[in-house]
């Protein structure tokens, strides 16, 4: 019988994080400690927005030069988990979060996990596989031009629009 640890740890975190909050605030003081906490907030907020901003450009940009999108990927998504980590009111979470921003961190985390990352999907017309970026003319699909489908303000008969599929 397989044992989940993460309710443990679900339970554990928030004591971790009061004791957490206890060291820090004896050390530096309560207002200090608040402080640190609304100031982690904050840039775990602008994080996430710059990470949610430019995601997407960076997988766009590594499809059309027709490379691998899951490096990019997962380093999005790396930030991402260290935006809301940041957020997340707690020093424990925003060690974590920083540690997550690393770029050693994320590079051993793809060593780890890359192999295992397959990214497949339809992109602008064409597929990716890790194999590259390739486009695929569906059957079913017939590429017009304006004229082919209207000559002289009437329907041409010749028009591929006019043709069956199994024709």
Known sequence: MRVSLFPLLFLLLPLAEIAGFVV??????????????????LAGSI??????????????????AGNDPGLQLANSAMGVLAAILLIIPGFI????????LLPPVR????RLVGRRVVVAGQFGGGQFTRGGFRREQDDHTI????EDFR??????????????PDE
């Open 24 to 41: 820090v605030g004896k050390q530096v003081g309560a207002l200090a400690t608040v402080g640190l906490v609304i100031a982690s907030t």
């Open 47 to 64: 994080l996430l927005r710059y990470q949610g901003l430019g995601a997407m450009n960076k997988v766009r940009s590594a499809v059309e």
């Open 93 to 100: 979470t925003s060690i974590i979060g920083l540690l997550v």
């Open 107 to 110: 590079a051993l985390f793809w």
């Open 143 to 146: 590429d017009l031009d304006s």
């Open 151 to 164: 000559r002289n303000g009437k329907p041409d008969e010749n028009s591929p629009w006019r043709r069956l």
